[in-house]
């Protein structure tokens, strides 16, 4: 764990963090210093999806943090008021929600069963809805928090193979930005962020989305999750945050942005999400 430990006495609920984003993003929490609390579907990996919440709670640990592993179904209300009452419990507060567990299907709309659709309103909507509704209570009685949905800017622009998915996805960014208004005399932030390409993932080898010379490290979103949580909340909030161009604005250089490009750089620690079943979590 690094010295400097800015997020010292903070607690943070990372959704769908047992792999992948979600995971590398509950690392450096901790490593800032936070109380971290991992979530998933399962308790258990496979094969196909090494890892759980349970594995990364010992990852937290072995470094010297402190985490929770607190197993949620995110389309669950009581499952999710449940996740929030076990941290509350234990931290006795919660300064810092994730919002990044989703469902991920980039089909056209004849090949996205309604089945489908639904489950990705569930997981990626009404989810981050559930969170924040159980979340912000604590939030606006210690009057502190940082709300982050994972979900890209709100555009017009057609998205052909991906509008169903596209339309959950900026549907957790409308979300952040009602959140945001409604509690600006809170000392309560919400934000939306979003990677400007693609991040290294299962779901980018699953879904054949370019390879290595294309793709970032999870560490991008990471930094830019540190800039945000490190502000004051008033002072960031309603923003549709894409990493890069966020991070230059926080003097990021050209060499530092450079270094999160994967070209030439063997695997190591690979980003587990499960792309083909719909989940990232």
Sequence with gaps: MSVERPLHGRVAIVTGSSRGIGRAMVLRLAREGASV???????????????????????????GGTALAVR??????????????TTIDRFGRIDILVNNAGAL??????????????????????????????????????????IINCSPPITTEPSPG???????????????IGIAAEHKDDGIACNSLWPVTIIE?????????????????????????????RTEPPSL????????????????????????????????????IDGRAGSTM
């Excluded at 949620?72 to 009452?85: F, G, H, L, P, T």
């Design 105 to 146: 299907w980039w089909q056209p709309i004849l090949q996205t069963p309604p089945k489908r659709y639904d489950l990705m309103w569930q997981i990626n909507v009404r989810h981050a809805y559930l969170c924040a509704y159980y979340t912000l209570p604590h939030m606006v009685q210690q009057h502190w928090g940082h």
């Design 162 to 176: 991906h509008v169903a998915y596209m339309t959950t996805k900026m549907g957790m960014t409308r979300l952040a």
């Design 37 to 63: 609390v991992v979530t998933g579907k399962s308790e258990s990996g496979t094969d196909r999806l090494p890892g759980s919440i349970h594995t990364v709670v010992d990852e937290v640990e072995r470094a």
């Design 237 to 272: 909030t309603g923003q549709q945050i894409l990493d890069e161009p966020f991070l230059r604005g926080r003097g990021w250089t050209d060499a530092q942005l450079d270094a999160y490009w994967l070209e030439g750089k063997p695997p190591a620690n690979p980003v587990y």
């Design 72 to 85: 949620v179904d995110v389309r669950n209300d009581d499952e999710v008021k449940a996740m929030v009452d």
């Design 201 to 229: 993932s299962l779901a980018s080898i699953n879904w054949g989305m370019g390879d290595r010379s294309q793709w970032r490290s999870p560490e991008i979103l990471c930094d830019a999750l540190m800039e945000i949580v």
